[in-house]
């Protein structure tokens, strides 16, 4: 799995962009690169704003592109067209490249058991790959990425009995990457952990709510200079986000560099009665992140 | 290789004033040398009004309100403009109104737009003012800028990035003879490092982008802390002020009262949108769309202004 979350996270930490090497669109796999990276990225973040870098790509290099990384991730199964199944919501064009707006919606009847998200042209491609529980309402997903350069955004939805199916969106976005976290490394870092929960709504038992998880976390991806050192920021980013309902799966998040800063996750689950929704963030660091949320009793 | 790129107005943002309100400027906007029009508000203040626009090869960078002020002894530049070309048409401005050397140029934040002239005034070895967190602000975004507006206006016009040599953490005064301005370092408001600068004797605040009057406010720091700072601006005892974008200038502190409804509506608005669980997409979609038709630029710059606005608001 060469773009497996765990194995990538780990390569960042043993050399940085090493574990990108395969891509060799990718031109920043050495300092120089991501120096270039840092330029071109300054973008989406800074209120004075650029045109987003357009790449020379044309659609047969974004199409090899695709292929390439789907071999990568699924091997050789069949991966359908996702029409009737699944569903990617992205502006055509950022506001803000550090912080995209990404909704997942599974719009068919076959029971989904995960859902990837990648982003082709960043650094690491796979940004998400999320499995749900027997809590899960998994209809609707929102998250928030950085984008790097204009891409191609697959979302594939993986049903029960293994099968795939893909929809994508073009977006038009650059230098989410580099964008800084915060103009204080040590002040993004202070807050580090700290979590808030939201339900949207009001809920009766057995039916679905959504809910929005906030985390405060700087999801350093290693491409951010600290302005005062001039040197890079090491990564430090969320790997894992796992909420369970009364100790029961809601669903599980394998996250990588492209999340932005202070992750804001929507998502649904099925609460029965009034109980709590534990969050249990695992980062690159291997630093763990708790909180227990009580979930009110469900009007009647 | 780039040749002069097509830019639509929506691509690229770099802040400016309204051309089109200004007779015989847009004239000069097409050429790239010369002096240019500016306008005397106040005894010895003389300001370039910039166009409402983005930077263009055409505009060559002259969106910003720049000029300078006169002492006995010295001259003081605030703000030397958005590209070596602008910056050397402001010097070749103030040269035929005066030969006194130019002793400071003033930088008043990190944006391109004002300050990507200053290398223009290297050859009078002035001394470059800036706030405290303005050298972090140019390590981290000064390339960048400088790689972008090659590709905007063509390679070399914007001019090395210049780092301030005088670094202002709270107040300072510059006397240029018989008239003292005193400069003012606030905390993050349009962006993280403002300066002001205020010449008492003719009752004339510069805040540069602390105020935009017409051309639509541009987001960059805190709209908590711009509020604030904008609070403390209008309780000086100034009769005019200039503003980074607009006209040369407005009356003080009336001038404010546009920026100050626009940045409460923000204000206001996102956090009902942060508080009704709206994701970032959706608010920008709604907040403050009453002030669509009231500035120019809205849609370039509105929907940023939200979206940092809430990245703000929801951790309230």
Redesign the interface.
């Known amino acids: 799995m060469g773009v497996a979350l765990g194995s990538s996270a780990r390569a960042w930490r043993l050399g940085g962009m090493l574990g990108m090497y395969r891509y060799k669109e990718f031109a920043m796999a050495n300092r120089k690169g991501l120096m270039l990276a ?6 989406g ?8 870098h357009a790449t020379d790509d044309d659609g047969a290099a974004r199409a090899e592109r695709w292929k390439a990384l789907q071999q990568a991730i699924f091997g050789d199964r069949k991966v359908h067209d996702g029409g009737g199944v699944i569903e990617l ?1 992205a ?1 055509s064009r950022a ?2 490249a550090a ?1 995209v ?1 990404i ?1 997942l919606h599974l719009t068919g009847d076959m029971p989904i058991k995960a859902v990837y998200l990648v982003i082709d042209n960043n650094p690491s491609p796979l940004a998400a790959h999320i499995t749900f529980g027997p809590k899960a309402d998994p209809r609707s997903m ?1 998250l ?1 990425v950085r984008v790097n350069e204009y891409t191609f955004m697959h979302a594939i939805a993986e049903t029960q009995d293994g099968k795939l199916y893909v929809t994508e969106k073009f977006v038009k976005a650059a230098g989410g990457c580099s964008a ?1 976290a915060g ?1 204080d490394d040590q002040e993004a870092l202070k807050d580090i952990g700290r979590m ?1 929960l ?1 339900l ?2 009001d809920f009766a038992a057995g039916k679905p709510i ?1 809910a ?1 998880l ?1 985390i ?1 976390h700087p999801n350093f991806n290693g491409m951010q ?1 600290n ?2 050192t ?1 040197y890079y920021t090491p990564p430090r980013f969320i790997r894992s986000t796992e909420v369970t309902y009364e100790d029961s799966e809601v669903f599980h998040l394998e996250s990588d560099i492209s999340l932005s800063t ?1 992750p ?1 996750i ?1 998502f649904g689950f099925v609460p029965h009665a009034k109980g709590k929704l534990k969050v249990a963030i695992r980062d690159s660091e291997d630093a763990t992140f708790g909180r227990s949320f009580d979930v009110p009793e469900p009007a009647t | 290789m780039v040749g002069a790129p097509l830019l639509s107005r929506r691509d690229v943002l770099l802040g400016g004033g309204c051309l089109c309100c200004l007779p015989g400027f847009a004239a000069s906007a097409d050429s790239s040398t010369g002096a240019f029009a500016t306008e005397e508000i106040a005894p010895g203040i003389h300001i370039r009004r910039g166009a409402d626009e983005v930077a263009t090869a055409r505009n060559a960078g002259g969106i910003a309100n720049i000029g300078f002020i006169l002492g006995r002894e010295a001259v003081a530049v605030a703000d030397p403009g958005g590209s070596l070309s602008d910056g050397a048409r402001l010097r070749e401005t103030i040269r035929q109104v005066t030969k006194l050397p130019i002793c400071y140029v003033i930088l008043s934040h990190v944006h391109p737009d004002h300050i990507f002239g200053a290398d223009a005034f290297e050859q009078d070895k002035p001394t470059f003012v800036g706030h405290t967190r303005l050298p972090y602000a140019l390590a981290q975004r000064g390339e960048y800028y400088r790689g972008r507006l090659d590709q905007i206006l063509g390679k070399g016009k914007a001019g090395p990035v210049v780092v301030p040599t005088m670094l202002v953490s709270d107040r300072a005064e510059i006397d240029l003879g018989g008239r003292v301005l005193s400069l003012t370092a606030h905390p993050t408001a349009h962006t993280d490092c403002d300066l002001s600068v205020s010449d008492r004797q003719t009752g004339t605040l510069l805040p540069a982008d602390l105020l935009f009057v017409r051309h639509v406010p541009s987001l960059d720091g805190s709209i908590t802390g711009w509020l604030k700072e904008l609070a403390a601006l209008k309780a000086l005892p100034a009769k005019r002020a200039v503003p980074g974008h607009g006209p040369a200038q407005v009356s003080w502190p009336s001038g404010a009262a546009d920026l100050e409804r626009y940045l409460d509506v923000l204000l206001r608005e996102t956090r009902q949108a942060v508080a009704k669980g709206m994701e970032i997409g959706e608010a920008v979609q709604v907040v403050a769309q009453s002030e669509r038709g009231k500035w120019a630029l809205f849609d370039e710059y509105h929907g940023h202004n939200v979206t940092k606005a809430f990245k703000e608001l929801e951790w309230e």
Request: charge should be positive; proline fraction near 10%.
């Open positions: 840092a330029a071109i990225c300054a973008l973040s800074f209120a004075v704003i650029f045109p987003a919501d502006p506001l803000d912080l707006p909704g929102k928030r800084p103009s808030k939201k949207l709504g959504q929005q906030m405060r200079m302005q005062i001039r202070d804001v929507i």
